[in-house]
Nanobody, 124 residues
Framework: QLQASGGGLVQAGGSLRLSCATS????????ISWFRQAPGKERQFVAG????????AYVEDAKGRFTISRDVAKNTVYLQMNGLRSEDTAVYYC???????????????????WGQGTQVTVSS
C-alpha cells in the first residue's frame, strides 16, 4: 500500500527528496510518516504528517533541514532532505496508521502499514 522511492548516494551537504506513494484511501485516512534505520540501530521516527496536512512533526535533528509535505492530486507524501550529513545514512521507510485526529505519533508500534525501504547514503 505504500511505495517509497527517491533514495540514493549523495555527498554531505547535498539534498534528496523521498516519495511515498499510496492509494487514495490510505492517503486521506491515515497519518503518514517517515522512519529510518541505520545498521545496528533501532528504527527512528524522522517526520510525520496528519491526514489533513495541518499537523507535522519532526525529530529534533531534522528540524530546519527536512520538510515533509503531501500532494493530494498524487496521493504522495514527500520528504525533502537538505543539508544531509553522514549520520543521516540509513534505510528510510514510510509508514501509516489510521487516524481521525490531528496528531502524529512517533512510535513505530503505532503504525499499521509499512512500505519497503529506500537506502539513503551520505558520503562525507
Amino acid at each position: 500500500q505504500l511505495q517509497a522511492s527517491g533514495g540514493g548516494l549523495v555527498q554531505a551537504g547535498g539534498s534528496l527528496r523521498l516519495s511515498c506513494a499510496t492509494s487514495r484511501s490510505t492517503f486521506s485516512d491515515n497519518v503518514i510518516s517517515w522512519f529510518r534505520q541505520a545498521p545496528g540501530k533501532e528504527r527512528q521516527f524522522v517526520a510525520g504528517i496528519s491526514r489533513t496536512g495541518r499537523k507535522v512533526a519532526y525529530v529534533e535533528d531534522a528540524k530546519g533541514r527536512f520538510t515533509i509535505s503531501r500532494d493530494v492530486a498524487k496521493n504522495t507524501v514527500y520528504l525533502q532532505m537538505n543539508g544531509l550529513r553522514s549520520e543521516d545514512t540509513a534505510v528510510y521507510y514510510c509508514a501509516a496508521y489510521l487516524s481521525g485526529r490531528e496528531t502524529v505519533r512517533g512510535s513505530p508500534n503505532e503504525y499499521t502499514y509499512w512500505g519497503q525501504g529506500t537506502q539513503v547514503t551520505v558520503s562525507s
